[in-house]
């Protein structure tokens, strides 16, 4: 679990670190090191206290959009109730096939994006997600083509 610092303040390294990580996420600590010229310790401190503070929530690849043609995507659209959306969202983040999570403004509070290998799981991941306390309404549309 992360223990968020809300006094911290990301300074330069840091946003600097993250821009690398985006890019190569696999990146050894030494790579990384070398690439913003500062010691091995100096970016493992970093890594660290970024993931303690829930600034990166994690390392991932980033895939081809057609590398999986039998994935199911879809765009969920979410209301939260009151004051509820820290909870919502914490649940919400728990969901393995909710891919991305934004806030929002407007009619919607929250934006999902879904990926399922099935329409099974898809229709399954609608209703965990509508069953979550605190989510008032949602509205969900299958992405069919890039274009």
């Known amino acids: 679990m992360h223990t968020k610092d809300p006094l911290y303040k990301f300074d330069d390294l840091d946003r600097e ?3 690398v990580l985006r890019r190569d996420g696999r990146a050894s600590i030494s790579k990384l090191a070398q690439i913003l010229k500062v010691s091995r310790g100096t970016v493992q401190n ?3 206290r970024l993931l303690e503070t829930g600034a990166l929530l994690g390392f991932t690849i980033r895939a081809r959009e057609d590398s999986e043609p ?3 995507k879809a ?3 979410i209301e939260v109730a009151g004051r509820s959306t820290t909870q919502v969202i914490r649940k919400l983040r728990g969901l ?3 891919h991305t999570l934004h806030t929002t403004n407007g009619s919607w ?3 999902a ?3 399922a290998e099935n329409l099974h799981d898809f229709d399954r991941i609608l209703r965990e997600v509508r069953m979550i306390e605190g989510i008032l309404n949602s509205e969900t549309s299958i992405l069919l083509s890039s274009v």
């Open 96 to 98: 393995p096939e909710l």
């Open 109 to 111: 509070d929250l934006i």
């Open 17 to 19: 670190l993250i821009t």
């Open 70 to 72: 039998g994935l199911i």
């Open 113 to 115: 994006e879904i990926r």
């Open 46 to 48: 970093r890594i660290d």
């Open 75 to 77: 765009i969920m659209t």
